[in-house]
DNA sequence: GCATTTTTGTTAATTATTTCACAATGTTAA
DNA sequence: TTAACATTGTGAAATAATTAACAAAAATGC
């Protein structure tokens, strides 16, 4: 009944819930990973066990997109994985930033989303008069000045690795170049506009919640 | 009514929601910050309005471990950062080691969680010779093959930053070596004993996930 | 070609999480 | 001391997410 209109992937995405949002990466990772196997067609419940997710969730996830599998089949891999990867704007190159070259931010050059994802670290930028003028993997470091005055309206995001009393500021003058997106590695709450949207990666917080559920969820698990 | 008993902070957590267990790193971290600068006092809406989170919500996460705060005032930020310090069991040592010296892994041996946290990486494995034998930010770099000797049965957790292909395999050695906690940076979903538990931090996804909710979610935000 | 099996897509039920609304109670200031 | 104020803690309501259940339909095997 309620059947979306399908055609232009990225059109039919109303009311996809967060949670289904969060998942598509992964779920695009894995056919490419089975697609690259040679494994062409696949189901719901082998799907799920395999990237760990109950295989309700996952058909209930597609189908916000329309119908993508067969009836008694299952779901052609090149086929999805193609889907996502327009859905997920995967199929043009995304071009973001990297502020604060320190060892995350070196690790995050050097792994540089490229192998399977269009996603490149352009440009990064430091303070620190020893990286600037360096290259690390083909990206090159600028001054934190140079920030201030680029114009970044064509970057899709900002990768922040710069300490956390730091982070604000760069962020700042990411804004001011005229950028929306951020990954904040930093443990620093952003204040930002309302059309800026900011996803956080805090390692500690990681790190803590793992030790606290080990200490305590794990202890009344059934069996 | 359903008061729950305090006195040992750490037993008072039968039904802590998920979502709440993990804020709490959060809280703490916070609470950390607002004790250094001195403030002594802060209500659920101040202290919302920093980690950017509902005030309710706030004081329902807190409620399901008693009654921290006192009407009228709010809460003590001393006393509140201590309990939720023995909540997480940051008051004493948590030992964990690391499996692949990588950039990341590098980063994260430099980082070692200690500025704030009770927690240590007190030693790390690889398979490159030329990293066995050295020492990162005083932890030591050892082969791969001993994790398969050692005894690992008081180290909390795991930290995995190796190559995807190899996560599994060094995983099946921290299990063998007693280990019960990951926290996978690498983006294979783990098959484990029911009696372990994986965190994953995939900054892969987080990134592909930015890209989509700036390209989706974004433009239908009100006003 | 037909019966059996597989597997989707979806509605309904369940569970989890957030938010609302407000009584209860301590705090503050005069 | 007392009135005005601030703020918690919490039931109840609203939202969001997951899981169950199953009809519909296609695939497979005979």
Do not use: C, W
Not at 25 to 30: C, I, K, N
Not at 118 to 143: C, F, M, Q, R, W
């Amino acid at each position: 009944m309620s059947m979306v209109k399908m055609g232009d992937p990225v059109m039919a995405n109303q009311n996809v819930p967060q949670a289904t949002a969060e998942r598509l990466p992964l779920y695009y990772r894995t056919l490419q990973r089975l697609v690259a196997i040679g494994k062409t067609r696949i189901s719901s419940s082998e799907f799920g066990g395999i990237v760990q997710i109950d295989s309700t969730t996952i058909r209930k996830d597609f189908s916000y997109f329309g119908a993508l599998g067969r009836k008694g089949y299952g779901y052609d891999t090149q086929h999805l994985m193609e889907f996502l990867k327009k859905i997920l704007y995967q199929d043009e190159l995304s071009k973001v930033i990297l502020i604060g070259v320190g060892h995350l931010g070196t690790a995050l050059l050097n792994h540089n989303f490229q192998k399977n994802n269009n996603t490149k670290i352009v440009k990064a930028y430091d303070v620190d008069p020893l990286k600037i003028g360096t290259e690390i993997s083909g990206t090159s470091v600028h001054s934190m000045d140079e920030l201030e005055t680029d114009d970044n309206r064509e970057i899709t995001a900002a990768i922040l690795t710069v300490p956390a009393a730091h982070a604000q500021k760069a962020a700042d003058l990411a804004i001011a170049s005229g950028i929306h997106g951020f990954l904040n590695f930093s443990p620093t709450r952003l204040v930002l506009p309302q059309d800026a949207y900011v996803r956080h990666v805090d390692m500690t917080v990681e790190l803590q919640a793992l030790i606290y559920f080990l200490n305590h969820a794990m202890e009344e698990r059934k069996s």
